[in-house]
T-cell receptor, first 114, second 114 residues
């Protein structure tokens, strides 16, 4: 079955880079996503990558995908206190009949130390 | 464009009651998915609707149901509430036609069962 694993906590100093890692199991996953959740809020889509890509960069965010190892990472450059949040990795699974559902990891809580 | 809107933001109910949650998707989006978020189980897929039809359902009991209207707005209903139904219920919308369309989430409805 599908499963997505993430480490639960990460602490970095302001200005450093953060790297959040994720592993997934469904080799048929077509898209992989990173969402951010701040306290009391829903999920904010940060970025996503198609499975035939190795890397995607979007301003301070860099996503790396190792399809062979089923490993996904999100790098945040120049991490700011406003980046403190929970980050979720998710894979998109084909449920048939044109429907897709997301399977999420448990989330990584990023704490940025001023 | 306005984002995904969920109402109400907070609800308090007692065991045995029923509840209806509402979701208005982003304009033009025809797919609406619902997820339950709890500290123990994380984010779990409930169901997905597209053009008023349920296309996919997660592993939840029949007390959880939903529907979608012709304007793509969706409601989910939980009957005979149990303490374990306390959670953040998140709605997500996407254009829903092809697999490369990401899901955008609302801020959720926080349901507390007393």
């Amino acid at each position: 079955g599908e499963d997505v694993e993430q480490s639960l906590f990460l602490s970095v100093r302001e200005g450093d880079s953060s790297v959040i890692n994720c592993t997934y199991t469904d080799s048929s996953s077509t898209y992989l996503y990173w969402y951010k959740q701040e306290p009391g809020a829903g999920l904010q889509l940060l970025t996503y990558i198609f499975s035939n890509m190795d890397m995607k960069q979007d301003q301070r965010l860099t996503v790396l995908l190792n399809k062979k190892d089923k490993h996904l990472s999100l790098r945040i450059a120049d991490t700011q206190t406003g980046d403190s949040a929970i980050y979720f990795c998710a894979e998109k699974n084909d449920s048939g009949a044109g429907s897709y559902q997301l399977t999420f990891g448990k989330g990584t809580k990023l704490s940025v130390i001023p | 464009k306005a984002g995904v809107t969920q109402t109400p933001r907070y609800l308090i109910k007692t065991r045995g009651q029923q509840v209806t949650l509402s979701c208005s998707p982003i304009s033009g989006h025809r797919s609406v998915s619902w997820y339950q978020q709890t500290p123990g189980q994380g984010l779990q897929f409930l169901f997905e609707y597209f053009s008023e039809t349920q296309r996919n359902k997660g592993n939840f009991p029949g007390r959880f149901s939903g529907r979608q209207f012709s304007n793509s707005r969706s409601e989910m209903n939980v009957s005979t509430l149990e303490l374990g139904d306390s959670a953040l219920y998140l709605c997500a919308s996407s254009e829903g036609q092809t697999r490369n369309q990401p899901q955008h989430f609302g801020d959720g409805t926080r349901l507390s069962i007393l």
